[in-house]
């Protein structure tokens, strides 16, 4: 029962509360119990009404409540951009069930050379076909994650915390419940600024689908560190394909063998992975500042720091029809 009562007396004391969005489409009185303080109730449209009742039970001080009208687009915002050094949101009515019908967007943009670090200690989100998270999900853009894979989150709640880091100064985080009636509580999220670069090598980050960039580990501020190879998937929109160019190339040198498994390189791939074929290998002494495309909507990009360090490279993709 989607109602604070649970296992409440039939001689309690009940609240009464009628056209509450957080209901999961229930018709009935929403009922609050107990000296448990609840958490925020929020009404369906632009009003609420609340009806006391008192029985045969114990008597109590009664309560107090407080209400303000708020932006419907505060709790699912559209585009809601939070550049504080440290924050937190949550899905909708957190930690009551989130409605159905909503798409939120939240982007935390961070000071030049800053990274953003994102937490979730929890999530409980509906999750209606295996792992493909058609229903209900969020997924966190311009990202990634030692703990997760890439992709959406969607299911019932972890026992650990999920950390994100972005890719440069900011992310973006999406959040869309489907038409279904489902009673999920959702998620609720932390972020802060970090002012270093994570010493943390992405297995596969999928970058938001438009444009951005992307860049070695500690990039710009020291040297790449020698240990397990970076990848990165961009994905374009179904009919455009990925335009990608180095902006910045600054790999260890590498005379003998160019270009062999020991030296430092990229190397771009045509599609999502690194069976797809093979755009072109690029280490110190390459012609790297040619732009590369994609034939589909798909480049797979692989780091992979050799025996030897340095600065490391940056580079900017962007959605392209040519």
């Keep these: 029962e989607n109602d604070d009562c649970a296992g409440a007396t039939a001689d309690s004391a009940r609240v009464f509360i009628t056209n509450v969005a957080s209901h999961g489409g229930n018709p009935n009185d929403f009922k609050i119990c107990g000296q448990k303080l ?114 959406k989150l969607c299911g019932t709640p972890r026992n650990t915390p999920v950390k994100f880091y972005s890719l440069h100064e900011s992310l973006r985080v999406l959040f869309v419940s489907d038409d279904a009636n489902m009673d999920y509580d959702g998620f609720e999220a932390t972020y802060k600024l970090l002012n270093y670069s994570p010493p943390i090598c992405p297995k596969e980050a999928i970058p938001f689908s438009g444009s951005g960039k992307i860049s070695s580990t500690n990039y710009p501020k020291s040297n790449y560190t020698a240990s397990r190879n970076c990848t990165w998937n961009i994905t374009a929109p179904a009919d455009k394909i990925v335009k990608f160019t180095f902006t910045d190339f600054v790999l260890s040198e590498c005379s003998a063998n160019h270009c062999s498994d020991s030296c430092s390189y990229v190397e771009l791939y045509d599609g999502g992975s690194t069976s797809s074929p093979l755009l072109g290998r690029f280490c110190q002494g390459s012609s790297w500042n040619e732009t590369q495309l994609s034939s589909g909507n798909q480049m797979f990009v692989m780091f992979h720091p050799g025996q030897t360090v340095d600065r490391g490279f940056e580079a900017k993709y962007e959605s392209t029809t040519t």
Excluded at 89 to 97: L, Y
Excluded at 124 to 144: H, I, K, P
């Design 38 to 151: 609840p958490p925020p109730v929020y009404s369906e449209g632009n009003f609420i009404q609340v009806r006391f009742e008192s029985r045969t039970g114990p008597v109590n001080k009664g309560f107090n409540v407080t209400f303000e009208a708020i932006d419907g687009d505060s709790l699912c915002p559209t585009d809601m951009i939070l550049n504080e050094t440290s924050g937190s949101f949550s899905s909708p009515f957190n930690p009551r069930n989130y409605p159905f019908n909503q798409t939120c967007n939240w982007k935390i943009i961070g000071k030049q050379g800053y990274r953003v670090e994102l937490t979730i200690p929890d999530y409980n989100l509906q999750r209606c076909d295996g792992t493909a998270c058609s229903c209900d999900y969020m997924e966190v853009q311009n990202s990634f994650s030692d703990e997760v894979l890439p992709g």
